[in-house]
């Protein structure tokens, strides 16, 4: 038998997952693209990231 995954082990549900498409990608969603884990100061040069690049920001990282 196949061991209990746990919570870090399980695929992300279809229904929290998004394209960008539904809404615009903030800064936040930007480093957790990029496979960091948001702090303020990741966030604060993702902010600006999508100031200067727009949508090529996200592009970059997930073609």
Not at 43 to 59: D, F, M, P, S, T
């Amino acid at each position: 038998m196949s061991q209990p995954q746990g919570d870090d082990e399980r695929p992300t549900p279809d229904r929290l997952l998004h394209t960008g498409a539904e809404h615009p990608v903030d800064p936040e969603d930007l480093v957790r693209a990029s496979g960091r884990e948001p702090t303020p100061a990741l966030i604060e040069k993702a902010r600006k990231a999508l100031e200067e690049q727009g949508a090529a920001a996200v592009e970059r990282l997930l073609p």
